[in-house]
């Protein structure tokens, strides 16, 4: 039996509705939107390409969004300038620094500068630590943050399931690790040392893949009924976009998939969205007396 597909496309834009209304009602509220601002360095085509979608997109749902594009030999000390400047000022409430940063630029220095209360990815140790250890109130990253929605959408039941993520990375496997532990599921965690892949993913109930490797899931390592969520985005060689699952063959045996495009893509930018009116009531709500 075919899968049924996990359509990204339409529960994001559920998502977006849903934001929009919040941020009516934050506007209302509060006499201003909720304030994103995105930063660039450098001019990597993909990553111009993402910013400039963020700020197109938060601004469609009523969110001022704004792309501070700054140049490829900017300095850290000018870009923790920046970023301390967003930090202080009131009417921002989500600060992202689109990855990856140019050589030169210390990730870690740059990320665990953003205010933990605007880090709107979820990459601050902080809001990392906070994930970690299960407790509420943090921000957690958005692409994992988007599988968990579409698997919430998909009516599939984590508590005891076997899930199985492969990729480990602090942007998308170990987040998406600890959201899935959080609903109760069996979690395994695989990475390029893994021995065996196939029979891991074999076990999952819920197979979640994020390695960047054009079709390494093929079809028949995936569990009969089983829900597969595809993060990858890789080019085949003729330049077309491609997930980590090989796709026709895995939705003869899953229950539910996601397609690359339109799966997991459009819902990385309706959680930053959801995420950047969290965090702005969350900031409101620790202001008022
Ligand atoms: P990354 O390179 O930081 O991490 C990849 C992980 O996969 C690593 O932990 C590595 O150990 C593991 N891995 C690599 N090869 C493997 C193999 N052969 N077997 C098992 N594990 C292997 O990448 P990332 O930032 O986590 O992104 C992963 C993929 O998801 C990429 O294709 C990226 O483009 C995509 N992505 C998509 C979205 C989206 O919105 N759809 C967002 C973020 C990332």
């Known amino acids: 039996m075919a899968a049924k597909i996990l359509d990204g496309k339409a529960i994001a834009q559920k998502v977006r509705d849903e934001v929009r209304e919040g941020v009516a009602r934050f506007a209302a509220a509060h006499g201003r939107p ?37 140049p490829a030999g900017t300095t850290e000390a000018e870009l923790l300038a920046l970023i301390a400047e967003l930090n202080a000022d009131d009417a921002v409430d989500g600060i992202l620094v689109q990855l990856p940063l140019p050589e030169h630029l210390r990730e870690h220095a740059v990320l665990d500068a953003i205010a933990p209360a605007k880090d709107v990815d979820g990459l601050h140790p902080v809001n990392a ?19 968990m929605r579409l698997l919430a959408e998909a009516g599939v039941e984590l508590a005891g399931a076997r ?5 480990r990375s602090h942007l998308v496997g170990r987040p998406m690790a600890q959201l899935l532990l959080a609903q109760h599921a069996t979690v395994a965690i695989a ?3 893994t021995r065996d892949l196939r029979a891991i993913c074999r ?12 079709k390494l899931i093929g079809g028949d390592w995936i569990k009969e009924g089983a829900t597969v969520i595809d993060v990858g985005m890789n080019r085949d060689d003729a330049g077309k976009l491609v997930g980590d699952v ?5 939705r003869e045996r899953a229950a539910w998939i996601t397609p ?15 995420a950047t009116l969290r965090a702005a009531e969350a900031r409101v709500a620790k202001q008022r007396p």
């Open 34 to 70: 909720p304030g994103l601002e995105v930063v660039l360095v450098g001019e990597d085509p993909a990553s111009v390409t993402h910013t400039r979608s963020k700020e197109r997109v938060s601004n469609e749902v009523g969110i001022r969004g704004r792309l501070r594009a700054l």
């Open 129 to 147: 630590g906070l994930l970690a250890l299960g407790r509420p109130g943090g921000l957690a990253p958005c692409t994992p943050v988007g599988c």
């Open 163 to 167: 899930a199985v993520v492969v990729g």
């Open 191 to 193: 990475h390029s040392r």
């Open 203 to 214: 076990e999952a109930d819920v197979l979640v893949a994020a390695a960047g490797k054009a």
């Open 246 to 250: 090989d796709f026709e063959a895995a």
């Open 260 to 274: 690359v495009p339109g799966g997991v893509g459009p819902m990385t930018i309706a959680s930053l969205l959801e």
